[in-house]
């Protein structure tokens, strides 16, 4: 019974996690038809400017989350103010590969101005400590991370459905152009997608950084792509999908890691993602694929 | 409702005077492009404040390409002015800004969002809240059945509920020119009458409207001004009082070339 | 009698293939007059690149949906190209754990390499049964999954493959006019399926799916099969990859390769196979320049310092500026013999 939980929490965590990236990614595709490559290199960033506002600034853990995230926020708005509004419009693939190549160049870039090793950050580790409750022992990281992903996903809720600009949001992923003949800036549109991406990037890097305490070149690599792998099952562009794909994949991931005999720990991955692509046969399009309007509704 | 007659001799009074009226809408020489096609060979429409001007043609004949470059989705050439100012600059959204909402064709209402969202939605850009509202609630009193749906999807709503959700959503931006796009596709008569009744209501508020419409009779019957389009040119215009009830137009509709 | 019945762009893709192959023989005649040995190397993996580009042309190129598990497949073959062909003395040593009896047989090179492009082939026919029928998106995701499940599966078995160290002691089988052979027959293989019924309601379909649909193509059986043509030449770059350089290891199977060959396919342009072999070719050269800067060269008396991921840059700086310029890259959708043609 106390394993279960254990292990219950694990899985909600790791899907937290996942769900927290994967809504960054399902917001920009559902509005912009855009599937984001570079978010990884955004949370890269927010580890980054964590250790210079650490060496700089303050240690203060505070000081430093709301750096993080506030740092996360600009780089995607700068992101897709300088890389993608030229090929905004474009098609899928033209879209996708450009922001490959920005996450190898922001990837690059972290690489010749930072360090192919490591560099320690620490500031966020105390969030990590194991608290007893009777037998079970938790990480009360994962339940700060549980308790911050189902916050955001509530907030996201309400901003989507009480703000205008939530609402034009919603509006956009449905048909853009209308959402501009009403008199709404295009421009506010994405860069609010974005800055939401980032927020929730940002938030994602805190706990990141809480768990490994360093920053590397591709740290966010790893993470991001389980999230594209999340949001695909889910659905690409649907903002639930987004969300069980994350937690499906979380406790996925848990269950493969209890199943699976000790030694083939490391194929843990390989089976999750064999598992996924099992899910695409049986439904090509995603569990909760956005609805599609095909021709007129005369 | 004013029998067909009298209500002809008020237009055309109206016509008369409305040359003396300010110009909302005066295009000159306007070319429609969609990619390398030219769809729209270098029109003239003017439409005065107050006024119901018909745009009548054919399928394919540049009508919708037309509104699209006053709306601004399309690329075009010429000068297009409303109240005087130029606005083939203009981005979209800024266009819709200086008082040009449309319908558009197929109605596009946001389907994931509610009725009342859409409506919303037509005031997105508006600042005064309050009198958002208020306006809002006077639409859902016109049209009772939105009221009913309100809180409901925007895309289960019927093909007529649909068109009177889209013109109250054009209207919140309190626009000054009010663009129609086939308003009568693909509705039953008594939804078409009820439609036109609307326009009908909103002509004798002095909004101004340019109509697009296939349906000759219905259009000419409620408007001041029409042209006829086809493949891209005007091929004639007038006062409505010179097209009768245009039973003669079947030619240039149907775009049968006698 | 009437042979093959080809139509005008079917005789014009036999065309440019020709004169494609002049190039790449321009190339290595080059090499044997002016170029040193060490050079060879270089060579062979430019043009072990150029069969990966023109095999990702083929699908990814003609079909317009982008799939990274390119790397994969060629890293299975290398493995069993390698595998069946090493002698067993060698790999009694370097496969001491190997189960199933793998290190106590071994093949010729030409059955390791039919063995290798039977497993390949048949992996990318399971693959390819549902690859097709995803949509764009769900294809490249999927892609990236295939080249995570293979690469875990490499560092994993290592009984098998060793993970990230080297399998060594693969007889070197393969040399630069066997190379040069394989790749001219693959750039007229990758043509003349473009120019086939298949290659054009493939490219049809990557246009306007719906249309094509509508026209009757079948693009559930096109994508399929494009996707099966695609990886018997990642088949077969792996196979030459293995007889060449004595050793492989899983390392080079992922994520870096696959930046490569793709940013070479976009550069060319992804819809002609003409731009497959140019932007592998510029690429190559332009990273070897970088390489040689990024080492702190000595230029002129001045010592610059070591810049690493400046390779890295470039590549992402081609992708975007491509992407944002020129699309559909430098060759756009023509291929070689309309350069020719135009000059005229």
Redesign the interface.
């Known amino acids: 019974m106390d394993y279960l939980i254990q292990q219950s929490l694990n899985a909600l965590s790791f899907g937290a996690e996942y769900a927290l990236i994967a809504l960054g990614l399902a917001i920009v595709f559902s509005i912009m038809g855009l599937v984001n490559f570079a978010h990884g290199e955004v949370i890269a960033f927010g580890g980054y400017s964590m250790v210079i506002m650490g060496t700089l600034l303050t240690n203060n853990p505070l000081v430093l989350m709301v750096g993080v995230v506030v740092a996360c926020v600009f780089a995607s708005v700068a992101l897709e103010r300088v890389a993608f509004r030229t090929v905004r419009g474009a098609d899928l693939t033209t879209g996708l590969l450009t922001a490959f190549g920005v996450s190898i160049i922001l990837q690059n870039l972290f690489l010749l101005f930072g360090s192919p090793r490591p560099i320690a950050a620490t500031q966020f580790i105390f969030l990590d400590q194991t608290i007893a409750l009777g037998s079970i022992r938790i990480s009360s990281l994962q339940v700060y991370e549980t308790l911050t992903t189902i916050l955001a996903i509530l907030a996201l809720m309400f901003f989507l459905r009480r703000t205008t600009l939530g609402m034009a949001m919603r509006a956009a992923a449905l048909d853009f152009e209308m959402v501009r003949l009403c008199g709404v800036r295009a421009n506010r549109v994405i860069a609010g997608a974005f800055a939401i991406s980032g927020l929730l990037a940002g938030l994602a890097c805190i706990f990141i950084m809480a768990r490994r305490g360093s920053v590397q070149p591709h740290m966010g690599f790893d993470p991001v792509l389980v999230a594209f792998v999340a949001c695909v099952i889910g659905g690409f562009g649907s903002l639930p999908g987004a969300v069980l794909g994350g937690f499906l994949l979380g406790i996925t991931e848990v269950a493969v890691l209890i199943l699976l005999p000790q030694s083939a720990g490391g194929l843990a991955h390989a089976v999750v993602f064999a598992l996924v692509a099992l899910v695409l046969i049986w439904r090509p399009d995603g569990i909760l694929s956005p609805a599609r309007e095909k021709g007129d509704k005369i | 409702m004013t029998p067909i007659c009298q209500d002809r001799t008020v237009r055309a009074r109206k016509a008369t005077l409305a040359a003396k009226k300010t110009r909302m809408l005066e295009i000159k020489q306007l070319k429609v492009f969609h990619g390398m096609i030219e769809a729209v060979h270098g029109i003239d429409v003017s439409v005065s404040e107050g006024q119901c001007v018909s745009l009548l043609g054919p399928n394919g004949a540049g009508k919708t390409s037309t509104l699209s470059a006053i709306?601004g989705?399309a690329r075009s050439t010429g000068s297009m002015r409303l109240l005087g100012e130029d606005i083939t600059q203009i981005s979209?959204?800024d266009r819709?800004?200086k008082g040009i909402?449309?319908s558009?064709e197929?109605?596009?209402i946001?389907?994931?969002?509610s009725v009342r969202?859409n409506m919303?939605?037509?005031g997105?850009?508006r600042k005064d809240r309050a009198a958002l509202l208020s306006e809002m609630d006077e639409w859902f009193g016109r049209f009772p059945i939105l009221g009913e749906r309100a809180e409901q999807m925007a895309?289960t709503l019927s093909?007529g509920e649909?068109q009177m959700l889209a013109i109250a959503?054009a209207l919140l931006?309190r626009p000054r020119i009010l663009l129609l796009d086939e308003p009568s596709?693909?509705l039953a008569p008594q939804i078409v009458a009820k439609i036109f009744e609307i326009i009908r209501e909103l002509k004798a508020r002095e909004i101004t409207i340019l109509l697009v419409e296939q349906n000759a009779a219905a259009a000419i019957g409620v408007s001041d001004k029409v042209y006829i389009l086809n493949n891209g040119v005007i091929t004639r215009q007038g006062t409505a009082s010179d097209f009768g009830d245009g039973s003669d137009l079947m030619d240039e509709l149907t775009g049968v070339h006698s | 009698m009437k042979l093959l019945a080809l139509n005008s762009a079917q005789r014009q893709g036999l065309l440019g293939s020709a004169l494609l192959s002049l190039v790449i023989l321009a190339i290595v005649g080059a090499y044997y007059l002016w170029g040193e040995s060490y050079q060879a190397r270089m060579l062979y993996a430019v043009f072990v690149n150029l069969l990966v580009v023109v095999g990702l042309q083929v699908f990814t190129g003609n079909a317009n949906i982008t799939s990274f598990s390119h790397a994969a497949f060629m890293g299975i073959s290398a493995y069993v190209a390698a595998i069946c062909v090493t002698p067993m003395a060698m790999k009694v040593i370097s496969l001491p754990d190997a189960p199933w009896g793998l290190n106590a047989f071994e093949l010729s090179a030409v059955s390791s390499a039919l063995l290798a492009l039977l497993i390949t082939g048949l992996l990318g026919l399971a693959t390819g049964l549902f690859m097709a029928r995803l949509t764009g998106v769900g294809v490249t995701i999927v892609s990236i999954a295939i080249l995570v499940i293979v690469h875990s599966i490499f560092l994993y078995r290592t009984d098998i493959f060793k993970g990230n160290q080297a399998l060594f002691g693969i007889p070197k089988i393969f040399d630069l006019p066997q190379m040069t052979v394989l790749v001219i027959v693959a750039i007229f293989f990758a043509r003349m399926f473009r120019e086939s019924a298949v290659g054009l309601k493939l490219r049809a379909s990557a246009d306007d799916e719906v249309g094509a649909r509508a026209m009757g193509v079948d693009v559930f059986r096109v994508r399929l099969i494009a996707w099966v043509i695609g990886t018997l030449f990642f088949a077969a770059a792996g196979i030459a990859y293995a007889f060449y350089l004595g050793t492989i290891s899983a390392r080079p199977f992922y994520f870096n390769f696959v930046f490569l060959t793709v940013s070479m396919l976009i550069l060319g342009g992804l819809r002609s196979v003409t731009g497959a072999v140019f932007g592998t070719l510029l690429i190559s050269i332009g990273l070897e320049l970088v390489r040689w800067l990024e080492t702190g060269p000595n230029i002129g008396g001045i010592k610059f310092p070591e810049v690493l991921g400046l390779s890295g840059l470039l590549l992402g700086v081609v992708i975007v500026a491509v992407m944002a310029f020129m699309p559909n890259g430098i060759m756009g959708n023509r291929e070689i013999e309309e350069l020719v043609k135009r000059k005229r």
């Open positions: 709306t989705t979209i959204e819709c800004r909402a449309i558009p197929g109605r596009r946001f389907g994931n969002l969202d919303l939605m037509g997105a850009m895309g093909g649909q959503r931006s596709l693909g």
